[in-house]
């Protein structure tokens, strides 16, 4: 740490690199808050969570219950001990509220002024975080499992919708209707471009305006250009990787992938448990649901670096925070639990005794702010 500090007042390092690897200790050391509670306001599990991404603030949950809530997550008493309070939330008695279980929630990219959920209903909802209403809705013919809005784009407002059936459509928030549907049959191959089974997951590229990734219980991930007629790009699965002849013309860089085991993660429902990604940190790090843990892996090895244990039913969703290096896990016990970095450490008496004492770990003490650019 010194020796960091040191070079970097002098001019000899790269301030994010020092930065990187604080947020890397920080990651790494993460564990379960006792001082931090988070309101229960699910009666049933918590299936999805996302945190803004303009103040790192507030955070949404959606149940179950179909009940989605808006916690509030910043510690406005400065005490030691605190709960994130809900500040408010869709219960059951509201006239929008979700008939069934709500499958994914998350925030307009680009401020909090407005947010999206989707549910077993059939429906894609956009609210209007000020009033609570729901400002449009979608409806589809089947179950939806998840939706994504790109955080990147700013040619479109598509939203990526996946269902049961082996499709993925895109509802346009300008004009508010299904622009069109990614399951095209190929001429070239004489077979459907598309998924075969239903869809688990999307996932718009966070540097790629029309690029989607989608995954199946196929078990095959797809890679989309959605602006080509026979938009499949790259078909990934277990065992093979086929790149489709449009390819080589859809983007000027070569498309690469490698192999990582990360081992095998259970499961015993058919909807995608929600797992999150580190940012910022030298080398990045996946947080993945499995059974009542969570298990976090290097990105690049697959190596198993850690599990949190702290619920005692099955963990469906993780969100990380990365303004603190802070997690938020969200269970079928309907808890949602904070994992933080340890503000305290051990350090060794004068006397050099066995015992030991905790001190302020002075590397805490550092507030970056979250409007320092990443370069």
């Not at 709500?102 to 209903?121: A, I, K, L, N, R």
């Not at 991930?221 to 026979?230: E, F, Q």
Request: net charge negative.
């Amino acid at each position: 740490m010194l020796s960091f500090l040191s070079a970097r007042q002098s001019g000899l390092e790269d301030p994010l690199r020092l930065r990187r690897a604080q947020s890397t200790r920080r990651v790494l050391g993460l564990e379960l808050n006792k001082d931090r509670d988070v309101e229960r306001i699910h009666c049933s599990g918590v299936n999805t969570l996302d945190i803004e991404p303009v103040e790192g603030r507030y955070m949404l949950s959606g149940g179950s219950d179909g009940v989605i809530v808006l916690y509030d997550l910043e510690n406005a008493s400065r005490q030691p001990y605190y709960t994130c309070k809900a500040v408010c939330s869709v219960g059951r008695s509201h006239p929008d509220v979700h008939k069934y279980s709500v499958e994914t929630v998350q925030w307009y990219p680009h401020d909090t002024g407005m947010f999206t959920s989707s549910s077993f209903d059939k429906t894609l909802k956009v609210w209007d975080t000020n009033t609570l209403q729901a400002a449009d809705v979608f409806n589809f013919e089947e179950t939806v499992y998840s939706h994504h809005m790109s955080p990147a784009a700013t040619k479109h407002c598509l939203v990526a919708v996946g269902t049961r059936g082996p499709k993925v459509q895109l509802c346009d928030l300008k004009s508010g209707s299904c622009s069109h549907i990614l399951q095209v049959y190929n001429f070239h191959t004489l077979g459907f471009a598309g998924h075969r089974q239903e869809i688990l997951a999307v996932s718009w590229s966070p540097r790629y305006d029309y690029i989607l990734a989608t995954a199946s219980a196929d078990s095959r991930v797809k890679l989309w250009d959605v602006r080509r007629a026979s938009g499949c790009l790259l078909t990934l699965d277990q065992h093979n990787g086929k790149k489709s002849q449009a390819v080589e013309s859809a983007q000027p860089e070569a498309w690469g992938c490698s192999k990582v085991n990360y081992g095998k993660v259970c499961n015993d429902s058919r909807k995608g448990l929600k797992f999150t990604v580190s940012w910022g940190c030298s080398s990045e790090f996946v947080f993945v649901p499995y059974g009542s843990t969570i298990a976090v892996y290097a990105v690049h090895s697959g190596e198993r670096l850690a599990v949190l244990k702290g619920h005692y039913k099955s963990v469906d969703c993780c969100v990380f925070q990365p303004h603190f290096q802070e997690l938020y896990s969200g269970s079928r016990d309907c808890n949602i639990l904070a994992w933080v970095p340890p503000l305290y450490e051990p350090i060794p008496d004068d006397d050099d005794e066995p015992t030991t004492k905790s001190q302020l770990n002075p590397a805490f003490v550092d507030a970056w702010s979250s409007s320092d650019e990443e370069g």
